[in-house]
Every structure is written in C-alpha cells, then in structure tokens.
C-alpha cells in the first residue's frame, strides 16, 4: 500500500468513525431539542435561531408547493409575515443514518398573514445533516391534513 491510498483508508474510517462514535439516543434528543428551538425561534421572530440551525443550502417545500430557500426563509421570518401564535411540533418519529437523520411528524399552526388568520395540522418531513458538530435542517416539507391531527 502506498503512502496515498494508506492516507484515503485511515481519513474513510476517521470519517465513519464520526457518525458511530455519537450516541443515537442522544442524537435522537438533540434532534427532538433543535426541533422544539426551531419552532420557538418561528413563534418568535428569531432569525438568528434559524441562522444557526439550518444548513446553507436549506430548502423547503411549502403545503402549496412552493419552494424556498436560506434567505427566503430568514427573510420571512425578520420580516414577521406570517406571524404565527401557534407553531408546535408533535408526534415525531427520528430515523438516524449516521450523520444523516430523517424527522417526521406534525406541526400545528395558527397566526395570520396580514389579515388573513390560519390555522391548521400539516405533516412535515425534515432532512437533517450533521456538520461542525450540531445537526443542521438541510431540507424540510410540508403537507396540510385535511382534518386535524389527534391531540399529543
């Protein structure tokens, strides 16, 4: 083996080595963490929490199809339109594969935009990446129910 190849092997394990040497339950409670922030930080208007928390290349796609970006995102969220009242996430399930998970449930919602009030439950699929030592949300969507979802 060459100095080159032997280099590639030791950086391929060191890289795998990554993802297994986290403890799964503690990913799973860190996702369900940044998650409940996530929801607050809508709640509240916090760009910065966002800022941190989503991947640069962050997309979602939207109950009406649409979608956005990074900057969309925090846009719309410094700009407090829609403003929500209510954005909270329940009967979530994590599925992990290494630095990679998969967090899907139900968000409830309520607020207005503009003078238009909404409210509704819609079943979200969130993408998340492990980088820089914290999961990051690389892609999200979203879906309305068309009748509520059970109570948590």
Sequence with gaps: MNFQTTLTAVLAVAASATAEARDPAQDERDLLRVEAALCRAFEAGDADTLRKSLDKKFTL???Q???TNFDQNLAEVSKRDPVYEVFKNH???VVLYGDAAVVTGI???KGHSGK???AGDFQFTDTWVYR???WKLAASHVTKLS??????
């Design 61 to 63: 796609t939207d109950s």
């Design 65 to 67: 199809g649409t979608v």
């Design 91 to 93: 009967h979530q399930k």
């Design 107 to 109: 968000t409830t919602l």
């Design 116 to 118: 238009v009030q909404f």
């Design 132 to 134: 820089e030592g914290q």
């Design 147 to 152: 009748k509520p979802a059970a109570a948590p």
